[in-house]
């Protein structure tokens, strides 16, 4: 059963780097945005 929950944790580390990634764009797209 661990490997449930490596996969799981794997996927979460995953959702979490996708997540920060797209909040980093978005607030770099609304500093723009701002300076305009």
Do not use: P, Q, T
């Not at 490997?3 to 979490?16: E, K, M, T």
């Amino acid at each position: 059963m661990w490997y449930f929950a490596w996969i799981l944790g794997v996927a979460l580390a995953c959702a979490l780097g996708v997540i920060n990634a797209l909040w980093f764009e978005s607030v770099e797209c609304r500093h723009d945005v701002e300076e305009e």
